[in-house]
Protein backbone atom coordinates (compact mmCIF):
# COMPACT_ATOMS: atom_id res chain seq x y z
CA UNK A 1 0.00 0.00 0.00
CA UNK A 2 2.77 2.32 0.77
CA UNK A 3 4.33 1.31 -2.62
CA UNK A 4 1.12 2.32 -4.31
CA UNK A 5 0.93 5.73 -2.67
CA UNK A 6 4.52 6.82 -3.01
CA UNK A 7 4.01 6.17 -6.92
CA UNK A 8 0.98 7.92 -7.15
CA UNK A 9 2.54 10.96 -5.20
CA UNK A 10 5.05 10.34 -7.82
CA UNK A 11 2.44 10.37 -10.38
CA UNK A 12 0.80 13.91 -9.21
CA UNK A 13 4.11 15.59 -9.04
CA UNK A 14 5.71 15.05 -12.62
CA UNK A 15 1.68 15.91 -14.25
CA UNK A 16 1.96 19.48 -11.59
CA UNK A 17 5.53 19.94 -12.75
CA UNK A 18 4.07 19.48 -16.53
CA UNK A 19 1.39 21.37 -16.36
CA UNK A 20 3.48 24.27 -14.79
CA UNK A 21 6.39 24.36 -17.13
CA UNK A 22 4.44 23.49 -20.22
CA UNK A 23 2.19 26.97 -19.59
CA UNK A 24 -1.24 24.49 -19.33
CA UNK A 25 -3.41 26.95 -17.77
CA UNK A 26 -7.08 25.82 -18.78
CA UNK A 27 -5.69 22.41 -18.02
CA UNK A 28 -4.19 23.81 -14.66
CA UNK A 29 -7.74 25.46 -13.91
CA UNK A 30 -8.78 22.13 -13.94
CA UNK A 31 -6.65 20.23 -12.07
CA UNK A 32 -6.79 22.65 -9.05
CA UNK A 33 -10.84 22.43 -9.19
CA UNK A 34 -10.21 18.73 -9.28
CA UNK A 35 -7.90 18.66 -6.37
CA UNK A 36 -10.14 20.76 -3.93
CA UNK A 37 -14.06 18.47 -5.55
CA UNK A 38 -12.78 14.85 -5.23
CA UNK A 39 -11.01 12.76 -2.81
CA UNK A 40 -7.13 12.31 -2.44
CA UNK A 41 -7.32 8.88 -3.87
CA UNK A 42 -9.55 9.88 -6.89
CA UNK A 43 -7.64 12.76 -7.45
CA UNK A 44 -4.16 10.29 -7.95
CA UNK A 45 -6.70 8.36 -9.90
CA UNK A 46 -7.51 11.69 -12.51
CA UNK A 47 -4.06 12.32 -12.57
CA UNK A 48 -3.30 8.99 -13.89
CA UNK A 49 -5.61 9.05 -16.46
CA UNK A 50 -4.44 12.61 -17.94
CA UNK A 51 -1.01 11.26 -17.54
CA UNK A 52 -1.73 8.73 -20.07
CA UNK A 53 -4.13 10.72 -21.98
CA UNK A 54 -1.37 13.25 -22.60
CA UNK A 55 1.18 10.26 -23.68
CA UNK A 56 -0.80 9.24 -26.13
CA UNK A 57 -1.30 12.69 -27.08
CA UNK A 58 1.54 13.22 -27.84
CA UNK A 59 2.54 10.29 -29.85
CA UNK A 60 -0.77 11.81 -32.04
CA UNK A 61 0.84 14.71 -32.47
CA UNK A 62 3.59 13.64 -34.15
CA UNK A 63 1.57 12.48 -37.32
CA UNK A 64 1.66 16.00 -38.83
CA UNK A 65 5.36 16.69 -38.24
CA UNK A 66 5.83 12.78 -39.58
CA UNK A 67 3.91 14.62 -42.89
CA UNK A 68 6.11 17.67 -43.11
CA UNK A 69 9.38 15.75 -42.81
CA UNK A 70 8.15 14.08 -46.22
CA UNK A 71 9.66 17.15 -48.25
CA UNK A 72 12.82 16.88 -46.35
CA UNK A 73 12.76 13.55 -47.87
CA UNK A 74 11.68 14.62 -51.33
CA UNK A 75 14.95 17.51 -51.55
CA UNK A 76 17.39 14.78 -52.49
CA UNK A 77 15.21 12.95 -55.00
CA UNK A 78 14.49 16.68 -56.62
CA UNK A 79 18.16 17.51 -56.32
CA UNK A 80 18.76 14.28 -58.48
CA UNK A 81 16.47 15.26 -60.88
CA UNK A 82 17.35 18.53 -60.82
CA UNK A 83 21.27 17.22 -61.73
CA UNK A 84 20.31 14.97 -64.24
CA UNK A 85 17.89 17.05 -66.55
CA UNK A 86 14.77 14.92 -65.60
CA UNK A 87 12.04 18.23 -65.21
CA UNK A 88 9.44 16.40 -65.18
CA UNK A 89 10.49 14.15 -62.17
CA UNK A 90 11.53 17.52 -60.60
CA UNK A 91 7.75 18.95 -61.44
CA UNK A 92 6.04 15.70 -60.10
CA UNK A 93 8.13 15.85 -56.54
CA UNK A 94 7.73 19.40 -56.34
CA UNK A 95 3.54 18.82 -56.52
CA UNK A 96 3.59 16.18 -54.02
CA UNK A 97 5.96 18.51 -51.57
CA UNK A 98 2.85 21.13 -51.90
CA UNK A 99 0.59 17.97 -51.17
CA UNK A 100 2.25 17.32 -47.76
CA UNK A 101 2.52 21.47 -47.55
CA UNK A 102 -1.14 21.60 -47.05
CA UNK A 103 -1.70 18.13 -45.85
CA UNK A 104 0.21 18.64 -42.30
CA UNK A 105 -2.08 21.72 -41.58
CA UNK A 106 -5.20 19.74 -42.36
CA UNK A 107 -4.23 17.09 -40.22
CA UNK A 108 -2.89 19.17 -37.66
CA UNK A 109 -6.60 20.80 -37.16
CA UNK A 110 -8.41 17.52 -37.81
CA UNK A 111 -7.18 15.63 -34.70
CA UNK A 112 -6.60 18.65 -32.67
CA UNK A 113 -2.76 18.24 -32.27
CA UNK A 114 -1.73 22.15 -34.17
CA UNK A 115 0.62 23.41 -31.26
CA UNK A 116 3.06 26.61 -31.99
CA UNK A 117 6.52 23.73 -31.89
CA UNK A 118 4.57 21.72 -35.03
CA UNK A 119 4.06 25.32 -36.66
CA UNK A 120 7.87 26.03 -36.28
CA UNK A 121 8.75 22.77 -37.26
CA UNK A 122 6.62 23.11 -40.46
CA UNK A 123 8.19 26.57 -41.19
CA UNK A 124 11.72 25.16 -40.73
CA UNK A 125 10.98 22.38 -43.53
CA UNK A 126 9.81 24.67 -45.71
CA UNK A 127 12.77 26.79 -45.45
CA UNK A 128 15.01 23.69 -45.92
CA UNK A 129 12.99 22.46 -49.24
CA UNK A 130 12.47 25.75 -50.19
CA UNK A 131 16.45 26.65 -50.13
CA UNK A 132 17.62 23.58 -51.33
CA UNK A 133 15.79 24.23 -54.56
CA UNK A 134 16.57 27.81 -54.87
CA UNK A 135 20.40 26.40 -54.47
CA UNK A 136 19.83 24.40 -57.65
CA UNK A 137 18.56 27.86 -59.28
CA UNK A 138 21.67 29.63 -58.54
CA UNK A 139 23.68 27.06 -59.52
CA UNK A 140 22.31 26.85 -62.79
CA UNK A 141 22.54 30.59 -63.28
CA UNK A 142 19.20 31.44 -62.89
CA UNK A 143 19.41 33.49 -60.14
CA UNK A 144 21.98 35.66 -58.17
CA UNK A 145 23.15 34.48 -54.45
CA UNK A 146 21.48 37.47 -53.05
CA UNK A 147 18.06 35.92 -53.27
CA UNK A 148 18.99 32.92 -51.23
CA UNK A 149 20.37 35.47 -48.42
CA UNK A 150 16.93 37.29 -48.64
CA UNK A 151 15.29 33.93 -48.19
CA UNK A 152 17.10 33.03 -45.37
CA UNK A 153 16.45 36.43 -43.58
CA UNK A 154 12.43 36.34 -44.29
CA UNK A 155 12.33 33.19 -42.43
CA UNK A 156 14.48 34.38 -39.46
CA UNK A 157 12.82 37.31 -39.04
CA UNK A 158 9.07 35.50 -39.12
CA UNK A 159 10.21 33.05 -36.38
CA UNK A 160 11.78 34.72 -34.29
CA UNK A 161 9.44 37.36 -34.33
CA UNK A 162 6.75 35.03 -33.96
CA UNK A 163 8.59 33.51 -30.90
CA UNK A 164 9.19 36.97 -29.11
CA UNK A 165 5.03 38.36 -29.44
CA UNK A 166 2.07 36.40 -29.62
CA UNK A 167 -0.37 38.72 -31.72
CA UNK A 168 1.72 40.04 -35.18
CA UNK A 169 -0.23 41.90 -37.63
CA UNK A 170 1.17 40.53 -40.43
CA UNK A 171 -1.01 40.23 -43.51
CA UNK A 172 2.03 39.36 -45.83
CA UNK A 173 4.57 37.09 -43.78
CA UNK A 174 2.59 33.94 -43.48
CA UNK A 175 2.44 33.74 -47.34
CA UNK A 176 6.33 33.80 -47.52
CA UNK A 177 6.57 30.14 -48.12
CA UNK A 178 3.53 30.09 -50.36
CA UNK A 179 4.83 32.81 -52.65
CA UNK A 180 8.01 31.34 -53.22
CA UNK A 181 6.37 27.89 -53.96
CA UNK A 182 4.97 30.02 -56.97
CA UNK A 183 8.05 31.37 -58.01
CA UNK A 184 9.61 27.72 -57.89
CA UNK A 185 6.45 26.64 -59.50
CA UNK A 186 7.11 29.29 -62.44
CA UNK A 187 10.74 28.31 -62.51
CA UNK A 188 10.40 25.24 -63.25
CA UNK A 189 7.42 25.59 -66.10
CA UNK A 190 9.00 28.48 -67.61
CA UNK A 191 12.34 28.82 -67.22
CA UNK A 192 12.89 32.32 -69.36
CA UNK A 193 14.34 35.72 -68.45
CA UNK A 194 10.77 37.13 -67.80
CA UNK A 195 10.37 34.53 -65.10
CA UNK A 196 13.77 35.06 -62.92
CA UNK A 197 12.85 38.98 -63.41
CA UNK A 198 9.61 38.85 -61.95
CA UNK A 199 10.90 36.78 -59.02
CA UNK A 200 13.97 39.05 -58.80
CA UNK A 201 11.71 42.27 -58.71
CA UNK A 202 8.37 40.93 -56.70
CA UNK A 203 9.82 38.63 -53.98
CA UNK A 204 12.19 41.07 -52.47
CA UNK A 205 9.07 43.62 -52.57
CA UNK A 206 7.01 40.95 -50.78
CA UNK A 207 9.73 40.32 -48.05
CA UNK A 208 10.51 44.21 -47.30
CA UNK A 209 6.52 44.91 -47.32
CA UNK A 210 6.24 41.88 -44.67
CA UNK A 211 9.12 43.07 -42.56
CA UNK A 212 7.91 46.63 -41.93
CA UNK A 213 4.66 45.48 -41.39
CA UNK A 214 5.72 42.75 -38.68
CA UNK A 215 8.38 45.04 -37.23
CA UNK A 216 5.58 48.23 -37.37
CA UNK A 217 3.22 45.25 -35.31
CA UNK A 218 6.24 44.35 -32.42
CA UNK A 219 6.93 48.02 -31.81
CA UNK A 220 3.12 48.37 -31.22
CA UNK A 221 2.81 45.32 -29.13
CA UNK A 222 6.00 45.74 -26.98
CA UNK A 223 4.84 49.39 -25.55
CA UNK A 224 1.03 47.81 -25.19
CA UNK A 225 2.69 45.50 -23.40
CA UNK A 226 5.08 47.82 -21.09
CA UNK A 227 2.19 50.20 -20.50
CA UNK A 228 -0.18 47.24 -19.35
CA UNK A 229 2.72 45.98 -17.13
CA UNK A 230 2.48 49.56 -15.81
CA UNK A 231 -0.64 49.89 -15.13
CA UNK A 232 -2.12 45.97 -13.87
CA UNK A 233 -1.67 45.60 -10.37
CA UNK A 234 0.88 42.57 -9.22
CA UNK A 235 -1.32 39.16 -8.29
CA UNK A 236 -1.15 38.08 -4.68
CA UNK A 237 1.42 35.67 -4.15
CA UNK A 238 -1.58 33.24 -2.46
CA UNK A 239 -4.22 33.51 -5.19
CA UNK A 240 -2.91 30.55 -7.38
CA UNK A 241 -3.82 27.03 -6.96
CA UNK A 242 -0.04 25.79 -7.71
CA UNK A 243 2.55 28.54 -7.35
CA UNK A 244 6.24 27.80 -8.34
Known sequence: MADKRKVSVQIRFEILE?????????LRTHICR????????????????????GFAMKKI??????????????????LYSYSVGNPLACIVIFGLAQV????????????????KAGAYFDAVTDFVFITGI???FTISGYYPVWIMLLIAASFGQFIVS???????????GKYIGSVLYIAIGLTLLWPT??????????????????????????TSNYRRTLLIQKVT????????????
Open 193 to 218: PIIFAVVEVGFPAFAIASFVTRMASF
Open 34 to 53: KATATSYDDFLKHLLYLKEK
Open 134 to 136: FAA
Open 162 to 172: SLRSKKLYDPL
Open 61 to 78: ALIPSGISSLRLAALPLF
Open 100 to 115: TDLLDGYVARKIKAAS
Open 18 to 26: YLFFAGKNQ
Open 233 to 244: PQPHPGSNCITK
